[in-house]
Structure formats: C-alpha cells, structure tokens
C-alpha cells in the first residue's frame, strides 16, 4: 500500500522508466479511449465536474487503467491510496480505509485504488464494501478480467463498469511521437526511429502502451551513441514475437468462442487464423483437440461423419508425435471442419430426448423388448412378442413402438438437407410410411 506517486513530481521521476515519466497527467494527453473520454462522454464529463463514484476499469495491459485513476484523482482533488492486489492482503486494505477515515475527519475524500483487482480473493474483496456503501472511500478497482466472473456480485453491484480498448495504431503512434518530442521523454536524447522500425514497434506493442515505451527506451540506450533505432535491433530487444492470451481467462473463453463460430460458419480460413492465435500463444494443443471432437459431433454429425473420425485421427497423432508435429493434423481437421457440410440435428435431437427422459421419469422397460437368456425370464414373459426386424419385410418391423409402453413415439432427430443427412431424411420419411400403412 502507498500513497500514488503523481506524474509531476518530476525530481522523483527523473531515474523512473520512460513508461512512468511519460504518464498522462491529464485527460488531453491521454491516447485512446475516445468512447469513455472524448469530447461529452460521460465518463469525462464525470472527472471534470469532479463528481466521484466507485468504479472498475477493465482492459488490457498498457491501455491507461492506472493512470485513469491518478488523472481522476488530481482532477477531483482527492487524497489517492493505491493497493496491489498482488502484494497486500486484507490487513494493508485495513490500514488503507484508516487512513481514509481520519482524512474524511478532516473533510478530505479518499480514493483507494486497487490494482489487478480479481487477484483479490471473496474475503478481501469483502473488507470494502461497508467503506463503499457508507462513502468512507471511494473505490476504483482495475483488471485485465472480465468483472462478471472475477469481481464478486456484492462489489460488482457497488461499481459501474467501464471497459477500456488496446489502443490502435494511431493511438500508437502518438505515444511514439511523445516519447521522441517531449521533453520527459527523449527528446534531449539523440534517437532516430525510421519508419519501418516505428511500423514494427507499433505491431510488437500489440495495444499495449507500456510495452511499447519500454521497447523504445531499451532500444534508445543499446543504440548509443548513434541513436539508430531499426528493425534488426528492434527484434533483437523484442525476442519472441508477443502476442496477449491468457490460458484460462475470459479472453481465452473468446477465443475458443470465435474458433467454434468460424468453424460453424464455414469460414476455413478464419478458424485457421484462430487456432493459430491459440497456439502461438501457449494453448494446450489437447485442448483444442477435444473442442474440435466436440464441434464435429455438434455442428456437423451425420452430415458427415467423417468429421468425427478425422478428429479423433488428429487427436491420435497428437498423442503419437506430439505436439511439434501434430499441428498440422489439428490444422487439417480444422479446415475440413470448417468446409464440411453442417447439420446440429444430433445435438439438438440429444437436447430434446435428454430433457423428455428427465420429464417422464422412471418408465419400465417393455416385457416384449427385455432380456431373456434364461428359461425362467421367457417363463415371466420376457422378451414375449418380439419382432425380429430382420425377418419383416426390408428388415423393418413397421409399426412397432420401442419406446416405454406409456409414451407415444417422439421424434427428436430431425435431419436436415445438408450433406449424408439427405439420404438418411428420406429413409426416415420412406420408414415414417411405412408406420402409416400399419396404423
């Protein structure tokens, strides 16, 4: 816990990183986030009239949630007393509203502000709401997670929700221009930036501010004394190529989310594009194996079932040549996936039947259908009055009813016109005839 350090204390700054010296100290010099802070937003219109209320912010790394916070502090003249969710534990949130209190004595208003709010467990986040909902602070909480999932209903309730963009490449390139112009930047600094290392910065940044500026500032000192900045040394600072994906969070649920869709929506190539963002960014490739098993049998099934098949193929070479080698595989199921023809008839007929068996109970099993391998099971009736389907005419014992004698046949699958499900639609129709002509 610790009292904000504020953009204009410039002597404390002067050793900061360029990210912290370089920090907003006002709305204007924020880039990004028209939609909350442009010109009569209300969010905006909120900080400059200084009225105060709890909030989360929730964004990505590097789009301003923390300098959001400190601008709204200065703009508000509040007291501003940041927590790490990282570092603290409910006896530093504890000494934080205490402090709070006695400069609410004093007429002041204490903004606490909590960084990677959902890092905080139930009983921490919990230690503020009595201080939210009697105004002893005001709490501004700042995530990289979905709230709806991170933040608990009681605080949630308590805040309003703003959600902040990674920032474009215009948003970018202003920062870039800010960081060679300004003087807490490195204007005083010898440093040329040409313009295919700038356009290179601005996709190895991905939306993200702050790394940006530390890639420019390591590339800035390792370029003395010349001040040359290009792409060979920008790659050689930037190592691997950086993409943002979390591994369990609500953008990997996104993902996975937008794969399906593409793969329902026939796009090969977008599904291709997806699950290679997945796997360049660290996804467990078994994973991604089982949720094609599952879109095979969901959005396509009899259409072709074949998909189902090659799916469990490119599980197998998984397993058999690991991941390195198996991607392809992965990337072959997806694409035939993806262009297969697409039928949810199965899924939807399990729907239907596994809500009717839930709503009909503990039916018996007809005495012409059960088992009868003893002789004192066929002396009880079992298995009298059997039809043996492959004795009645084209092997089909028409009219007969397999459901339990207290329920009229339901029709839970429903083939549609899209691939193999044609021919077996017009089966079910020829059979469904059939049944008629008996009745």
Same mark, same amino acid.
């Given at each position: 816990?610790?009292?904000?350090?504020?953009?204009?204390?410039?002597?404390?700054?002067?050793?900061?990183?360029?990210?912290?010296?370089?920090?907003?100290?006002?709305?204007?010099?924020?880039?990004?986030?028209?939609?909350?802070?442009?010109?009569?937003?209300?969010?905006?219109?909120?900080?400059?009239?200084?009225?105060?209320?709890?909030?989360?912010?929730?964004?990505?790394?590097?789009?301003?949630?923390?300098?959001?916070?400190?601008?709204?502090?200065?703009?508000?003249?509040?007291?501003?007393?940041?927590?790490?969710?990282?570092?603290?534990?409910?006896?530093?949130?504890?000494?934080?509203?205490?402090?709070?209190?006695?400069?609410?004595?004093?007429?002041?208003?204490?903004?606490?502000?909590?960084?990677?709010?959902?890092?905080?467990?139930?009983?921490?986040?919990?230690?503020?709401?009595?201080?939210?909902?009697?105004?002893?602070?005001?709490?501004?909480?700042?995530?990289?997670?979905?709230?709806?999932?991170?933040?608990?209903?009681?605080?949630?309730?308590?805040?309003?929700?703003?959600?902040?963009?990674?920032?474009?490449?215009?948003?970018?390139?202003?920062?870039?221009?800010?960081?060679?112009?300004?003087?807490?930047?490195?204007?005083?600094?010898?440093?040329?930036?040409?313009?295919?290392? +700038? @356009? &290179?910065? =601005?996709? #190895?940044?991905?939306? *993200?501010?702050?790394?940006? $500026?530390?890639?420019? %500032?390591?590339?800035?000192?390792?370029?003395?004394?010349?001040?040359?900045?290009?792409?060979?040394?920008?790659?050689?600072?930037?190592?691997?190529?950086?993409?943002?994906?979390?591994?369990?969070?609500?953008?990997?649920?996104?993902?996975?989310?937008?794969?399906?869709?593409?793969?329902?929506?026939?796009?090969?190539?977008?599904?291709?594009?997806?699950?290679?963002?997945?796997?360049?960014?660290?996804?467990?490739?078994?994973?991604?194996?089982?949720?094609?098993?599952?879109?095979?049998?969901?959005?396509?099934?009899?259409?072709?079932? +074949? @998909? &189902?098949? =090659?799916? #469990?193929?490119?599980? *197998?070479?998984?397993?058999? $040549?690991?991941?390195? %080698?198996?991607?392809?595989?992965?990337?072959?199921?997806?694409?035939?996936?993806?262009?297969?023809?697409?039928?949810?008839?199965?899924?939807?007929?399990?729907?239907?039947?596994?809500?009717?068996?839930?709503?009909?109970?503990?039916?018996?099993?007809?005495?012409?259908?059960?088992?009868?391998?003893?002789?004192?099971?066929?002396?009880?009736?079992?298995?009298?009055?059997?039809?043996?389907?492959?004795?009645?005419?084209?092997?089909?014992?028409?009219?007969?009813?397999?459901?339990?004698?207290?329920?009229?046949?339901?029709?839970?699958?429903?083939?549609?016109?899209?691939? #193999?499900?044609?021919?077996?639609?017009?089966?079910?129709?020829?059979?469904?005839?059939?049944?008629?002509?008996?009745?």
């Amino acid at each position: 816990m610790q009292k904000s350090l504020l953009p204009e204390d410039t002597t404390a700054l002067s050793h900061a990183p360029l990210a912290v010296r370089l920090r907003p100290r006002s709305l204007d010099e924020i880039c990004g986030q028209s939609h909350l802070l442009g010109p009569g937003k209300p969010l905006r219109l909120l900080i400059e009239s200084g009225q105060l209320h709890s909030m989360l912010l929730w964004g990505p790394p590097g789009t301003g949630k923390t300098t959001l916070a400190e601008i709204i502090a200065r703009s508000s003249d509040t007291d501003l007393i940041s927590v790490s969710a990282v570092l603290s534990g409910v006896k530093d949130i504890r000494a934080a509203v205490q402090q709070a209190e006695i400069a609410n004595h004093s007429g002041r208003t204490t903004i606490i502000f909590v960084d990677e709010v959902h890092r905080f467990n139930k009983s921490q986040q919990d230690a503020f709401l009595p201080h939210v909902e009697n105004g002893t602070i005001v709490f501004i909480g700042a995530t990289t997670e979905n709230p709806s999932f991170e933040v608990n209903n009681a605080l949630l309730s308590r805040t309003r929700v703003y959600v902040l963009n990674e920032l474009g490449k215009d948003d970018l390139n202003a920062v870039v221009d800010r960081a060679l112009t300004d003087a807490r930047g490195l204007k005083n600094i010898n440093v040329r930036l040409s313009e295919a290392a +700038r @356009a &290179l910065l =601005l996709s #190895l940044a991905d939306g *993200d501010a702050r790394r940006l $500026l530390n890639l420019l %500032e390591l590339c800035s000192q390792l370029s003395e004394p010349n001040g040359e900045i290009d792409e060979i040394l920008l790659r050689q600072v930037s190592g691997d190529r950086y993409q943002r994906f979390d591994k369990g969070g609500d953008a990997f649920y996104d993902y996975i989310s937008v794969l399906h869709k593409a793969v329902r929506g026939s796009s090969p190539d977008a599904a291709l594009y997806w699950m290679c963002r997945m796997l360049d960014g660290g996804c467990d490739p078994f994973y991604i194996a089982r949720r094609l098993v599952r879109m095979a049998s969901e959005d396509i099934g009899n259409a072709d079932p +074949r @998909a &189902l098949e =090659l799916c #469990l193929n490119a599980w *197998d070479v998984l397993k058999r $040549l690991g991941a390195a %080698e198996a991607e392809l595989a992965l990337a072959q199921a997806v694409i035939y996936l993806a262009c297969a023809p697409k039928s949810n008839a199965s899924y939807l007929a399990f729907c239907r039947a596994m809500s009717h068996v839930r709503e009909s109970g503990t039916l018996p099993v007809p005495q012409r259908f059960r088992n009868a391998p003893t002789a004192l099971m066929k002396q009880i009736g079992h298995g009298e009055g059997y039809r043996y389907a492959h004795d009645e005419p084209e092997a089909y014992a028409a009219g007969e009813n397999y459901f339990p004698d207290a329920l009229s046949p339901e029709q839970y699958y429903k083939p549609v016109e899209q691939g #193999l499900e044609i021919r077996i639609k017009e089966k079910l129709r020829k059979l469904n005839a059939m049944d008629k002509q008996v009745k």
